[in-house]
T-cell receptor
């Protein structure tokens, strides 16, 4: 069965620090990849997505992610975090053969101290 | 103003009772999904529906049931057979085959 793994359960950073959240998946075929974010008290919302093409994708609020096919990874990055980035981040994978279904990672809680 | 609405926001239920969670969307999406979110476990798929009058079990369907009589609506019933129903339930709809999903605000169910 396909699984999605996020390496860190809780990451704590100071403002202006750089961020990288890891995501690996176990399925070897065609995949579509997503990062979602859940700010405290808010809806889960799409941060960025990768379907094909340039493996470096840019999302909202200065986030980007890089798809490395050989490593089955889709890590999320941000050069300089802000206090407002405090949230829970979820990586999700759609198998290309699976209409619209997503498998989510366990989530990473990011806490940014001012 | 397009989006997904879920009601109620908080729900309390006694053990042994069935309860139905509402999900409505006005995004004109064909596909809709129900997830359960527990701390440290991410989101797990309960049921999904790709089209009206059709739905499929997800990874953790036991103790749940759904219906899809209208495109806009996808209610979830948590039955008394669900062993551990206390959780945060999220509804989503999808605009494409690739899985771009939009989520509602969620319903927090507590079984007393």
């Amino acid at each position: 069965a396909q699984s999605v793994s996020q390496h860190n359960h809780h990451v704590i950073l100071s403002e202006a620090a750089s961020l990288e959240l890891g995501c690996n998946y176990s399925y070897g075929g065609t995949v579509n990849l997503f990062w979602y974010v859940q700010y405290p008290g808010q809806h889960l919302q799409l941060l960025l997505k990768y379907f094909s093409g340039d493996p470096l994708v840019k999302g909202i609020k200065g986030f980007e992610a890089e798809f490395i096919k050989s490593k089955f990874s889709f890590n999320l990055r941000k050069p300089s975090v802000q206090w407002s980035d405090t949230a829970e981040y979820f990586c999700a994978v759609n198998r290309g053969t699976s209409y619209g279904k997503l498998t989510f990672g366990q989530g990473t809680i990011l806490t940014v101290h001012p | 103003d397009g989006g997904i609405t879920q009601s109620p926001k908080y729900l309390f239920r006694k053990e042994g009772q069935n309860v139905t969670l509402s999900c409505e969307q006005n995004l004109n999406h064909d596909a809709m999904y129900w997830y359960r979110q527990d701390p440290g476990q991410g989101l797990r798929l309960i049921y999904y529906s790709q089209i009206v009058n059709d739905f499929q079990k997800g990874d953790i369907a036991e103790g749940y049931s759904v219906s899809r009589e209208k495109k806009e609506s996808f209610p979830l019933t948590v039955t008394s057979a669900q062993k551990n129903p206390t959780a945060f339930y999220l509804c989503a709809s999808s605009e494409d085959r690739a899985g771009t999903q939009y989520f509602g605000p969620g319903t927090r169910l507590t079984v007393l």
